[in-house]
């Protein structure tokens, strides 16, 4: 289980996140859902070892009960946008933080090349992000975040740039994967659908400063989310929002 | 066939003004000795080829020495000062300031300390052609998105791994660029160079040509330089066109 504690994150001018404590479980998908400027992807890059330039933080985390010192291989950390570097074909890409850990190059393209079929990038190996679709563009970015093969994943926002008929796809399509292999997911959203069809635990954040002012499980399994039986959380979700958005 | 297509309207536009230039010698009249027309300026290339090919060889070879050794201290000084930030708030303002020294001031001053052989005009090219490449490298790693600093970091990597897999790759148009400006200065300051003193070169062929009021064999230096400076140009264009197939139609998205 990964714990933060009293994580507290300051501006030079206000304090941005009060002291927030939250738990990521193995296998579970937690959404961290809040408005705009509520400090909910600081809070995720402080985790990843990345907290923007000019905001300074206070907490601790752990690992069932290790101390975690962030950037750490126990968490993979996508970003908003995809970030393949242009210059680096699809399968390079996707190596990359593999080669980061250490293993050669050759090493770390035997273990990401077997894995395009199934992340439907079969025939792009070779092929530069350019010449790919936003979607697949995506999913060559989970792939690199993916293979990490970190027991937590911090994911910002991944489907926000891509249409609607591919974002519901690629959600679909990363539950399937997570249900290959389970880790424990913290996904910053602000889309309420997107929240309700991937989470078993909803965190809402309200701004000003940022906190956490509700914590959903979502019980209903996830072949039975239809819209009627989402209805009554999202309408709970949506009042929470707009209670705590000024 | 596109390059040629890209070069016709240049080359149009020159033959129109050469034409031009050609035309007012014949109808005003004008004495060679001020203003030769371009068929004198061709005539002096062609008769003195010989001649003008040695002292451009010299010019080429102080030129392509001093653009050498300047690509390479621009782009080791650049490695350092991306880790060392303190030294390079401390060296940025000195290297700034050394551009303020005319470099007509500085030439005579070179061979007065090193004397006539190929070091001082070596030097004087490195001098003028240093800045802009590091400026060039500077400001191309200053441009990695945040989001690919995060992204690496996030996945574990220190400042060389930084530097190797985003920086440096995110620095090659900047670089070029870089390149191709200091390429333009590289002869003209060899030149500049020869012209305070040498015994071969462009440089001294026009101080030579000059003092005997030859003006048609200045202008022959002149096309001639610029011919070299061009092939330069055209060479960095084939290096970044060979070496850039991965970098071509780049698709930023974290830009």
């Known amino acids: 289980m990964l714990r933060l504690e009293d994580l507290t994150i300051r501006a030079a001018d206000r304090l941005l996140v009060e002291p927030t404590s939250l738990t990521l479980v193995p296998g579970q998908v937690t959404c961290l859902i809040g408005p705009s400027g509520c400090g909910k992807s600081s809070v995720l890059k402080w985790l990843a070892g990345v907290l923007a330039p000019g905001l300074t933080a206070e907490g601790r985390a752990e690992v069932d009960g290790t101390p975690l010192v962030p950037p750490s291989p126990a968490l993979a950390y996508q970003p908003q946008q995809d970030t393949l570097f242009p210059w680096l074909t699809v399968a390079e890409n996707a190596a990359l933080g593999l080669e980061l850990t250490g293993l050669s190059r050759r090493a770390a393209q035997a273990r990401v090349r077997p894995l395009f079929d199934r992340f439907g990038l079969a025939g792009c190996e070779d092929r530069f992000p350019r010449e790919l679709s936003g979607g697949m563009r995506q999913r060559a970015a989970f792939l690199r975040t993916i293979v990490l093969d970190a027991p937590y994943l911090l994911l910002d926002e991944p489907f926000s740039a891509l249409d609607a008929v591919t974002r519901l796809r690629l959600q679909d399509w990363l539950l399937a994967r997570l249900a290959e292999r389970p880790r424990g997911v913290l996904l910053v959203t602000h889309d309420l659908y997107e929240a309700t069809q991937m989470a078993d635990r909803i965190l809402v954040m309200a701004a000003g400063p940022g906190r956490i002012v509700a914590d959903i499980p979502l019980t209903t399994p996830r072949p039975a989310r239809s819209e009627a039986a989402l209805a009554g959380v999202r309408a709970d979700l949506r009042s929470l929002l707009m209670e705590e958005t000024p | ?255």
């Not at chain 2, 014949?26 to 001649?51: E, F, H, K, M, T």
Request: aromatic share 10%; hydrophobic share 60%.
């Open chain 2, 1 to 255: 066939m596109s390059v040629l297509r890209q070069l016709l309207p240049a080359f149009f536009l020159a033959a129109a003004l050469l034409a031009l230039w050609q035309g007012y010698c014949a109808w005003a009249d004008v004495s060679p000795l001020i203003l030769p027309a371009p068929s004198d300026v061709a005539r002096g290339l062609w008769v003195n080829r010989a001649d003008l090919a040695r002292h451009a060889g010299a010019t080429l070879l102080v030129a392509g020495l001093g653009f050498s050794l300047s690509v390479a201290f621009a782009f080791a000084s650049s490695v350092a000062l991306w880790f060392l930030p303190a030294l390079r708030r401390g060296v940025l303002p000195l290297m700034v300031a050394s551009q303020t020294v005319p470099i007509v001031a500085l030439a005579p001053l070179m061979v007065l300390w090193f004397g006539f052989g190929l070091l001082p005009k070596i030097l004087l090219v490195i001098l003028v052609t240093f800045f802009p490449m590091l400026v060039s490298l500077l400001s191309g790693y200053a441009r990695l998105p945040q989001a690919y600093h995060d992204q690496l970091v996030s996945m574990g990597a220190g400042r060389g791994a930084l530097f190797r897999r985003a920086a440096l790759p995110v620095a090659r148009p900047q670089f070029f660029a870089g390149l191709r400006i200091s390429a333009t200065y590289a002869i003209v300051a060899t030149i500049f160079a020869e012209y305070a003193g040498a015994r071969q070169g462009l440089g001294i062929w026009i101080l030579t040509a000059k003092n005997n009021f030859r003006a048609d064999l200045v202008l022959s230096a002149v096309v001639l330089s610029a011919f070299l400076t061009l092939s330069l140009l055209g060479l960095l264009h084939l290096i970044d066109r060979l070496t850039g197939r991965r970098f071509r139609g780049g698709d930023d998205a974290a830009a």
